[in-house]
């Protein structure tokens, strides 16, 4: 893969694990400080890290095949 397959990569990367987990994080802090959190907000919160970790491990296998596929993709120029 050339260099900007290597960015396209890391930034569904960080789209898909990274940002999910920041947004949850962040606005769980946020409600917890302005309110006590509701059930519905915990539920939604609960949601949220599941769909992460769902979204992770299709990444993981989305890894596994370009390890397969395109050896040396993880290897900056």
Request: glycine letters at 8%.
């Amino acid at each position: 893969m050339h260099h900007s397959g290597s960015f396209f990569v890391l930034g569904i990367l960080f789209l898909t694990i990274v940002a999910p987990l920041w947004i949850s994080a962040h606005y769980g802090t946020r409600w917890r400080k302005a309110r006590g959190i509701s059930r519905e907000d915990e539920k939604t919160l609960a949601d949220l890290l599941e769909s992460a970790r769902r979204i992770e491990q299709r990444v993981e296998g989305l890894e596994k095949l370009l390890d397969v596929q395109s050896p040396g993709w993880r290897q900056t120029p």
